[in-house]
């Protein structure tokens, strides 16, 4: 069964080795160094530049709608041979935001709720970006389902870090 893991950004390596990921995603801060695992090719590494805000602010970049058609298109031509890692600074927001949409985007007929459930049963600090899943409800014509199921679920509990988490997409 295909699976996506969350993480944090000090945790990229200790995850790509227990889980055998063999894609990556990092939504991560444009200043902000990201060492890609070298049993991870170039080509099935998405890194977007964006900061964990829901507003434009001076100095960063705000998540917008071509952030999410370049991670939609990305998560569309994973094989899932192997899992894909997804991960940010933390491990709380972005990276969990990432995985609620490509779940979503993946499979279609799982109810938003159950997807959004599933991530607060594996993680209570997972707090999605909600911009992030406000501009991917809309791409995916979810009809405010996805924006619904993570205001259900609610903020996770404050950490500096999150801990590693692991969704299935069946």
Partial sequence: ?????????????????????????????????????????????????????????????????GHIGEFLAFVRAWDRAAPMLIHCYAGVSRSTAGAFIAACALNPARPEADIAQAIRARSPTATPNPLMVALADRVLARQ???????????????????VPFKLDLA
Avoid: Y
């Fill in 1 to 65: 069964m295909p699976t996506i893991h969350v993480c944090a950004l000090s945790k990229i390596a200790d995850e790509v080795r227990a889980t055998g990921a063999r894609t990556l995603v990092t939504l991560i801060n444009a200043q902000t160094p990201v060492l890609r695992p070298g049993v991870i090719p170039a080509e099935r590494h998405l890194s977007i530049p964006m900061s964990d805000i829901t507003a434009p602010l001076d100095g960063h970049i705000v998540p917008g709608d």
């Fill in 144 to 162: 405010g389902r996805m924006v619904a199921a993570v205001e259900a679920i609610g903020r996770g509990e404050d950490c500096f870090e999150g």
